[in-house]
């Protein structure tokens, strides 16, 4: 999952960004709101996580901006703020949760994924496709009953083609929401981040990663004539 981190607080963003890199998110970092504005515009983010007192447009302006567009990327707001008018003010605008600073990241971890969990896409936490199980919470995968490791990497990418199971992914829709802005996009990441994938999904194993030429990749338990053995 891809998420957009607007914080003029330069310490601050990299702490967020940091963690929740480890934990398998792909972080944007913007410091004022104007930029977030043009980066939501840009990028399909599964998250925003905003700061109300930001440089050249505050957090609540750049809220109500997103909704008035039509976005409906789930936002947590931050702020110093504790006031109840302050709460409101960032609600009424859009926002779909709110942290107050200082915030444990823990806390800010449980809700990100809650916000998640609400978008009809993102809501089952575990995911089956024939007999490959993800349990997303645990960031864990078995086939047969028989545990799968994966680097987090792995992990997500896995996760989101069977967020879209039986759907054709492209390259580019993969890149968009499993690596962040540092991506090359000139790499063959996609490519070997699949190969990966079915060297420990598949091997010795009916396919469920398949290839559509020209198209994409599709993640099923059902024959794909079209599918090829490598990436």
Not at 13 to 25: K, N, Q, V, W
Not at 78 to 94: K, N
Not at 108 to 120: Q, Y
Request: glycine share 8%.
């Amino acid at each position: 999952m891809r998420l957009l981190v607007v914080e003029d607080d330069t310490r601050l963003a990299d702490l967020l960004a940091r963690s929740l890199r480890e934990s398998g998110y792909a972080v944007d970092v913007v410091g004022d709101g104007d930029t977030a504005v043009t980066q939501a515009a840009v990028n399909d983010y599964d998250g925003v996580i905003l700061d109300i007192q930001l440089p050249r447009r505050d957090g609540l302006s750049v809220c109500r901006e997103l909704r008035d567009r039509g976005n409906p990327v789930p936002i947590l707001m931050l702020t110093a703020r504790d006031a109840v008018h302050d709460r409101i003010a960032g609600l009424d605008a859009g926002a779909d949760d709110y942290l107050t600073k200082p915030f444990d990241l823990q806390e800010l971890h449980a809700r990100v994924r809650a916000l998640l969990r609400r978008m009809p896409a993102m809501a089952p936490s575990r995911l089956t496709i024939g007999d490959l199980v993800i349990d997303v919470a645990a960031q864990s995968v078995t086939r047969g009953g028989m545990p799968i490791l994966l680097t987090t990497k792995e992990f997500v990418m896995l996760e989101y083609l069977a967020r879209n199971a039986g759907r054709v992914v492209g390259r580019g829709e993969i890149v968009a929401h499993v690596w962040d802005d540092n991506h090359d996009p000139l790499t063959n990441a996609v490519e070997v981040y699949i190969n990966r994938l079915r060297k420990k999904i598949d091997a010795g194993r009916t396919p469920l990663i398949h290839t559509r030429r020209g198209a994409g990749y599709v993640l099923s338990d059902r024959v794909e004539p079209e599918s090829a053995s490598r990436a």
